[in-house]
C-alpha cells in the first residue's frame, strides 16, 4: 500500500503554557517538493468527501483539529487510519483511492501536494481505477 502514517515534529512550549508548535520541511519529513496547500473546514460529522485516486499526485493529509477517518484502497487491499493528532500524518502515494469520513463537526484537513490543481490528475470513476490497477498503471513502490 503506497501509504504510511508519519511522525511529525512537535515542539512542546506547554511548560510556558504556550501549547505545541509542529512543523513540516519539504524532503526532510516528506517525501516531495510542496506545490500546493489546501485545506476543507466547515465540514458536517458525517460527511464523506474524497471518492477518487491521483494518477500522479502524491500528498500529506493532516487532522490539525479534530478527527477524520481516512479509507485508503489500492484496489486489493483497504485499510482505515484514524486522525486525530495534529502531530501525526498520513502520507497517500499516488493510486490510492480514499475517502475521507468526519467523525467530529468541523474538524480541519490540511493537505500539503506534490504538485499544482489538475482535475485531469483525478480518477473519479471507481470501476476506472480498478482496471487501471489491474492493468498495471501504478508501481507497488511504497515510500
Ligand atoms: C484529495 C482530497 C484529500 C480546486 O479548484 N483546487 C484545489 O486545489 C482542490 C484540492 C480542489 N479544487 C476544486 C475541485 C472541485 O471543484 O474544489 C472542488 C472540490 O474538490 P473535491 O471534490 O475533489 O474535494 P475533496 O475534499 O473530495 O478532495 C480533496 C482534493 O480535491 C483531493 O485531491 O486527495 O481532498
Redesign the pocket.
Known amino acids: 500500500m503506497n501509504t504510511e502514517i508519519i511522525k511529525i515534529p512537535k515542539i512542546n512550549t506547554s511548560n510556558l503554557n504556550e501549547g505545541f508548535l509542529t512543523f513540516i520541511e519539504s524532503q526532510h519529513h516528506i517525501p516531495f517538493e510542496i506545490k500546493?496547500v489546501?485545506y476543507?473546514y466547515e465540514v458536517k460529522k458525517d460527511i464523506i468527501?474524497?471518492?477518487?485516486a491521483?494518477k500522479k499526485?502524491k500528498?500529506i493529509?493532516i487532522c490539525i483539529y479534530g478527527k477524520i477517518e481516512v479509507e485508503v484502497d489500492n484496489g486489493k487491499l483497504k485499510k482505515q487510519h484514524i486522525l486525530d493528532n495534529p502531530s501525526e500524518a498520513l502520507y497517500?502515494g499516488e493510486g490510492v483511492w480514499?475517502t475521507?469520513k468526519w467523525l467530529k463537526d468541523n474538524s480541519i484537513?490540511l493537505?500539503l501536494a506534490s504538485d499544482y490543481?489538475n482535475?485531469n490528475d483525478?480518477i473519479r470513476n471507481y470501476d476506472e481505477f480498478i482496471e487501471m490497477v489491474k492493468g498495471g498503471y501504478w508501481n507497488e513502490n511504497t515510500f
Request: net charge positive; proline share 0%.
Open positions: 500546493r489546501y476543507t468527501r474524497g471518492h477518487h491521483h499526485l500528498q493529509l497517500l480514499h475521507m484537513l493537505v490543481y482535475e483525478y
